[in-house]
């Protein structure tokens, strides 16, 4: 699966470019305040990706994506896997690709 999505490009303390602050819209990104280029992403199922996400039962949206597994996680009261086992939705790996520039 696949979804489009804007977002905050950063760079990290390497200098390497990652996304953050992902929504179905770029007004929604912009409530953030960032000084951050606000640009068009497209988030990829990827068994290997960088990205976590969190896809509710019954629904296809994913939700809940960050950069790192421990910021994906904190996102939980308990842990995803709680959630998981109660059948209340899954985690997705991502990649992302930027489009345009």
Known sequence: MEWLRWAHRALNRQQEIYYMNF????RSVSFYRLSYPIVQVRLMEDSEGEYWGWIFAGKTEVVLVQPHRSSFWVQF?????????EGK???????VEEIGE
């Not at 929504?23 to 770029?26: E, S, T």
């Not at 009261?77 to 086992?85: A, C, K, Q």
């Open 23 to 26: 929504w179905p819209d770029q």
């Open 77 to 85: 009261g308990y842990s995803p896997e709680v959630l998981m086992n």
């Open 89 to 95: 939705g899954r985690i997705v790996r991502l990649s």
